[in-house]
């Protein structure tokens, strides 16, 4: 059996599992602004969220064309958990790449039976794709730091134990592992949002907040290339999950197209929604090869998988977006009401457009980093 | 040592002009890179010399010059 039979083989499981414990919840979840009491268990007792981690800490070291595959499946049911296994991802793959033996011992096995819920804390209210602009400061007190700031748009907020935070301190920005339980945090839920509304973000205040120097992952001065690595990981999440929801905008669409007939046939049967109904398809098999090669990239380490992460999540989030809304648009005004999913897709899609890098700025970064590719490649 | 210090040039050469760099010029003093090339150099260490570059290597002495990488190299016995 070839690689992609390997992975494709495991789809159904994936699949089964989404049907029966995350699509069911999807409505209550977007109605209620939280996710279920049974989703972290039920998550955690199949292995799912943080698969990739390996046999030592209780994972099974998932290959990333795999660990994307589920995101895209989980996405298809509900995009606040697979928020959750992007942020929870997160949090597990920077403790795995760059924290110390210490730290490792003390979190990731409790981050994959889901024990701890991880999460990743780097936008505040004047910083968000501009990393530059991060205010929050560390400052150096006995041995070890004084946090003080605000983390904003923190996902699964609400509910995390431990997170992984940026900060400037006087050595440059500098990556922390904080644990919630602790003097000098106050944790703020953020309620109103337009999509996956089930993500519980919370707003993150510390004042006077002591985090010990043994917290501090990889050193000093190089927050930026821990954080910067992670949201590789989350961006390639987001991609996968955005792939999910054009799926679940295709199976609406399928399903209400054949069933539902105007003019005297069904709606497919109509030029104009079977155009829309094959844009849908070209977007989502060609975003769904941009996953699949940034994954293998990712799984050989590839240098080049930075940018295949920013185009697969660059694809796929938009075409998520055209295809919610061609979605409501082939549903007419029954897709404008919460009776049907494609109008939660369609503010789910929206947000997949945002976070993890927005659109404008991964087109910034394909092109510049496009125009190495050429200088380099042309000698220039 | 010389080969591997080529290999780092043409590295760098991927991303700036390097006529006029110096052995030890410090890159990221000097503003010709960024967080992300940063990252991308890790990666790229990695891959070409089969080494892992560990939390504890994460130090700015060890990446910001032509010859820090290529002296970092060597030590990582690759």
Not at chain 1, 72 to 100: K, Y
Request: with cysteine.
């Amino acid at each position: 059996m070839n690689k992609i039979n390997e992975v494709e083989a495991r789809r159904d499981e994936f699949r089964a599992f989404t049907r029966e414990f995350v699509s069911p919840y999807a409505t209550q979840h977007d109605n209620e602004e939280r996710i279920a009491d049974h989703i972290v268990p039920d998550l955690a007792k199949r292995g799912y969220l943080a698969p990739f981690i390996s046999q030592k800490w209780g994972g099974e070291g998932m290959d990333m064309i795999t660990l994307g595959m589920l995101h895209e499946e989980i996405g298809c049911g509900c995009s606040s958990v697979r928020s959750l296994l992007t942020v929870h991802g997160m949090s597990a793959f920077a403790l795995n790449r760059w924290g110390s033996d210490a730290l490792k011992e003390k979190w990731l096995s409790a981050l994959v039976r889901g024990e701890k819920i991880g999460g990743f804390a780097l936008s505040e209210p004047n910083a968000g794709s501009d990393v530059s602009g991060i205010e929050m400061t560390a400052t150096v007190h006995e041995d070890g730091f004084l946090l003080n700031g605000t983390k904003k748009w923190i996902t699964f907020g609400q509910i995390g134990d431990v997170f992984i935070l940026m900060a400037k301190a006087e050595q440059g920005f500098t990556a922390f592992v904080v644990e919630k339980d602790m003097p000098g945090l106050t944790i703020e839920p953020i309620l109103g949002m337009t999509g996956t509304r089930g993500s519980m973000l919370a707003q993150l205040n510390f004042k006077d907040y002591f985090v010990h120097q043994d917290n501090v992952l990889a050193s000093p001065a190089f927050g930026n290339v821990v954080m910067l690595s992670t949201l590789v990981f989350g961006r390639f999440s987001v991609a996968s999950g955005s792939v999910g929801i054009i799926q679940a905008s295709m199976d609406a669409v399928i399903e209400y197209s054949v069933r539902v007939q105007r003019f005297g046939k069904p709606l497919y049967k109509h030029q104009l929604v079977a155009q829309m109904i094959t844009k849908m398809l070209s977007d989502l098999t060609a975003s769904r090869l941009l996953c699949r090669n940034a994954g293998e990239l990712l799984d050989k380490a590839d240098p080049s998988d930075i940018q295949a992460v920013f185009l697969a999540k660059y694809l796929a989030s938009t075409s998520a977006v055209r295809a919610a809304a061609d979605a409501v648009q082939i549903h007419g005004a029954n897709g404008c009401t919460d009776k049907y999913p494609v109008e939660r897709l369609l503010r789910d899609a929206k947000v997949m457009e945002i976070i993890e890098g927005s659109t404008q700025i991964l087109e910034e970064k394909i092109a510049d980093i496009e125009l190495q590719s050429y200088e380099q490649r042309d000698g220039k | 040592m010389q080969q591997n210090k080529e290999l780092v040039r043409a590295f760098f050469g991927r991303f700036f002009e390097t006529g006029n760099l110096t052995d030890d010029l410090d890159i990221f003093k000097a503003g010709f890179v960024n967080s992300l090339f940063a990252m991308q150099l890790i990666g790229w260490i990695e891959k070409n010399f089969s080494t892992t570059v560990s939390d504890e290597d994460l130090n700015l002495a060890n990446f910001n010059s032509v010859n820090a990488i290529a002296n970092f190299i060597e030590r990582k016995g690759v």
